[in-house]
């Protein structure tokens, strides 16, 4: 009898070891990927603030009657635009990134970023406006 108790306690032993490593293992999966995605927001928030900005300074230091057209996508509900003086913030869930803008000669005439979008520059301001496909 006392037999059988023994190998009964040393299978429950083993597998609260294995269930204790497992545990341990599973809370780094989770915060590492947990890092992963804020590192994935916040990088997508800076290459679409950096290539924004400086869609609009470029055309902002082009000639009168200019135009650059592009496609652009930030539309998800946790992402949303703003401007500040001479900047534009994104921010991407948690995850925030802003840009200088050269000019604060620029009309933003359009409500959601999602596909082509064309910048022009009529009277000495940047235009901002849906393009045509």
Known sequence: MNS????????????LAVLLVFVFCMSIFIERTELNISSR????AKNFVYSLSRTIN???????NSRVCNYFYWNEP???????VNSIQVFNGESYADSTLITKNFVWSISDVNGLICFSKRNDFVFVEYGVD
């Open 4 to 15: 059988k108790g023994q190998v009964s306690m040393e299978f429950m032993v083993s597998v």
């Open 41 to 44: 927001n916040e990088l997508s």
């Open 58 to 64: 470029v055309v902002s230091l082009m000639d009168n």
């Open 78 to 84: 946790t992402q949303s635009i703003s401007f500040g």
